[in-house]
T-cell receptor, first 116, second 112 residues
């Protein structure tokens, strides 16, 4: 199946700093990607829809100024957690829509963010 | 999007078929049924999806009832590596395809 890759897989940052997570579709173009967050022992929560060449669409309750999303190319979306705090520590996962027959949604491996 | 209901946990013996049920009684006509699984600390792995017809691939089979209010994921010969949380999700087609709202899923444990 298609591959979606995230980088970094793990990152530790200090409170108040910003951290960027990349999501790439490796063998297909994705005009739409999605960002999720997952806290320990909980399910995935959809944060936002990343649209290539336009603004992201955020789910209710997700702060767009804190979680900046950029989708500048058909294979790359980035999530920047700005002014990170310990409560932002979580598992961040992206997904991408592969429209080549079947519209399958593939997920990345996830990125662990720890804010200290 | 339709809410899905799954049992919180199931067990299965290795080599036997694992049948994971999912109820989606409020599903609308253009909503797909997706199945993913997640092994601890990894991103969800795509298994299969369908709209109306039963589907089969190298991983599993998806049986959707005629009224589309429920479905069953079948792993024909479960192995220990199939131990994971399985999520049944309904998602709309068209421009909003991909916005998936995850429930708690079913923790499948395959025992030797």
């Amino acid at each position: 199946g298609a591959v979606v890759s995230q980088h970094p897989s793990r990152v530790i940052c200090k409170s108040g700093t910003s951290v960027k997570i990349e999501c790439r579709s490796l063998d297909f173009q994705a005009t739409t990607m999605f960002w999720y967050r997952q806290f320990p022992k909980q399910s995935l929560m959809l944060m936002a829809t990343s649209n290539e060449g336009s603004k992201a669409t955020y789910e209710q309750g997700v702060e767009k100024d804190k979680f900046l999303i950029n989708h500048a190319s058909l294979t790359l979306s980035t999530l920047t957690v700005t002014s990170a705090h310990p409560e932002d520590s979580s598992f961040y996962i992206c997904s991408a829509r592969d429209s080549r027959g079947g519209d399958t949604i593939y997920f990345g491996e996830g990125s662990w963010l720890t804010v200290v | 999007d339709a809410k899905t209901t799954q049992p919180p946990s199931m067990d299965c013996a290795e080599g036997r078929a694992a049948n994971l049920p999912c109820n989606h009684s409020t599903i609308s006509g253009n909503e797909y049924v997706y199945w993913y699984r997640q092994i601890h600390s990894q991103g969800p792995q795509y298994i299969i999806h369908g709209l109306k017809n039963n589907e089969t691939n190298e991983m599993a089979s998806l049986i959707i009832t005629e009224d589309r209010k429920s479905s069953t994921l079948i792993l024909p010969h479960a192995t220990l590596r199939d131990t994971a949380v399985y999520y049944c999700i309904s998602g709309r087609g068209g421009s909003t395809l991909g916005r998936l709202y995850f429930g708690r899923g079913t923790q499948l444990t395959v025992w030797p």
